[in-house]
């Protein structure tokens, strides 16, 4: 029996006498999995070997990338950019790319890791969890627990459901606050992932669904109260990632709220990066501001794939009423990690940690703009999650090209994201990087 070696690991009694019908339908040979697993090279035509890993890429992949934000024009402002993109190891902030060279890391995977790569207590649970078999047809008893310390961390938790996106988790939110208020407009102001329900602007949506969904701006009192009065008793929920460059002004969250309370709509906070980072328990914990629902992800799982949307006791329990289902929803990899994250969580102040280091991290870049006199950069954002901001898109793609051949991975037009791995050293190699890309991209503008 080919599989016996594989299907005898772990089981405690003799295995029965292989089936003849069994066996004849097994055609594939173990070995030759395991040699192309171990040599570590996936079987690619001679024609494709010789291609660079970009042109396989974009000759697969119709985006190139299945995540936007790793588009090469997305990395870097231009598709034919000369900066690393694809990766070939990721440990603590530092990061392997295909050719071999290595970078210090500031994006962490788009805010998905907070302690940083390959860290190794997840690695650890994870690894115990795959050992036992990361799924099968019961729940695993780590969703209990997972969602148990998740109502005792998110202060508008009282349960919870798991998904495996942050989109998933919103999509989920809202549909359990207009199954539990019995209408459909949303009012919202965020990114809240790919899925139709706010996808007001991108094409394959239908009208009648973008009809259900109002956008409003960030922090605009006047603009949430119009389109509350507007939406009548059609509003749904009010949902709103509660940080958008900068923290929002009490008064536009507390407003939020007590309209969601007057109109009887749900109040939804897209957590995805402010759980996990502001504080354990997310933006909530921090202001002091109860939404009805909340969507969590990213450095909940530290990178491995886990949402969860949590709340109220009662609406929450409006699931029930509706369908929100997934098959690998309470997978037991990324539980285990979650379970390994919240362990650090219990053990020290990580988000404590995350300011602090994310303001090193503004301090020594705000001195190296300086200290070069290149102008038009300035550093923005809050300590945990920063941005570089350029007055040129030309000159931003330049500085991250330059500080990509410096050693330095910076995200481009969006957050840089402190973690627990940018310790000392890294930091100044993070400020020496950047120092060298100011001076380069100063020279080259002098010599224009
Ligand atoms: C605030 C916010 N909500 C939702 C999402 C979507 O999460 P995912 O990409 O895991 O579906 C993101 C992703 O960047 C996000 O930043």
Redesign the pocket.
């Known amino acids: 029996m080919v599989f016996r070696r594989f299907f005898d690991r772990g089981s405690k009694e003799e295995s029965p006498p292989a089936q003849d019908t069994v066996s004849d339908m097994e055609t594939t040979d173990e070995s030759a999995v395991e040699e192309e697993l171990e040599s570590g090279e996936p079987e690619v035509d001679a024609e494709q070997d010789d291609a660079d890993i970009l042109t396989r890429a974009r000759a697969v992949l119709p985006m190139g990338t299945s995540?936007g934000?790793k588009r090469v024009e997305a990395l870097y402002g231009s598709a034919d950019s000369t900066g690393p993109t694809h990766f070939s190891q990721a440990v603590g902030c530092r990061v392997v790319d295909v050719d071999g060279n290595e970078y210090v890391d500031c994006t962490m995977a788009?805010?998905?890791v907070a302690l940083g790569y390959a860290e190794p207590n997840v690695s650890r649970a994870v690894a115990d969890a795959i050992a036992n078999g990361n799924v099968c047809g019961l729940a695993d008893a780590r969703e209990v627990d997972v969602a148990e310390r998740l109502c005792g961390i998110i202060p508008c938790a009282d349960k919870v459901q798991f998904l495996k996106?942050?989109?998933?988790?919103?999509a989920a939110a809202v549909r359990i606050a207009r199954t539990y208020t019995a209408r459909d407009l949303v009012i919202g102001s965020?990114?809240?992932?790919?899925l139709d329900w706010c996808s007001d602007e991108a094409a394959g949506v239908p009208k009648k669904t973008k009809d259900d969904f109002r956008r409003v701006a960030f922090d605009d009192v006047a603009a949430l109260e119009r389109a509350v009065s507007e939406a009548g008793d059609r509003l749904a929920a009010i949902a709103i990632?509660p940080v958008v460059e900068r923290m929002p002004s009490t008064d536009w969250i507390q407003r939020a709220r007590e309209l969601a309370t007057k109109t009887g709509a749900a109040l939804i906070f897209?957590?995805?990066?402010t759980g996990f980072r502001l504080k354990t328990g997310g933006y909530q914990a921090f202001a002091d501001v109860v939404p009805d629902i909340a969507?969590f992800?990213?450095a909940m799982a530290n990178g491995f794939p886990l949402?969860a949307v949590v709340g109220d006791r009662d609406l929450m329990d409006a699931s029930r009423k509706t369908w929100i289902s997934s098959t690998l929803g309470g997978e037991s990899v990324a539980l285990a990690a979650a379970g390994a994250v919240l362990a650090w969580h219990d053990a020290g102040d990580v988000c404590g940690s995350l300011w602090t280091i994310g303001a090193e991290l503004r301090r020594v870049l705000t001195g190296a703009i300086e200290a070069s006199g290149v102008d038009g950069i300035a550093v923005d954002g809050i300590d945990p999650m920063w941005f570089l901001r350029f007055d040129d898109p030309a000159r931003e793609q330049r500085f991250l090209e330059l500080a990509a051949s410096h050693g330095v991975l910076f995200k481009r037009g969006a957050y840089n994201f402190a973690a627990l791995a940018h310790d000392e050293d890294a930091i100044r190699e993070i400020e020496r990087g950047a120092s060298s890309a100011l001076v380069d991209l100063r020279d080259e503008d002098a010599s224009r």
């Open positions: 995540t934000s788009l805010g998905a996106s942050g989109a998933e988790a919103m965020g990114y809240f992932g790919w990632e897209d957590e995805m990066k969507a992800g990213k949402a």
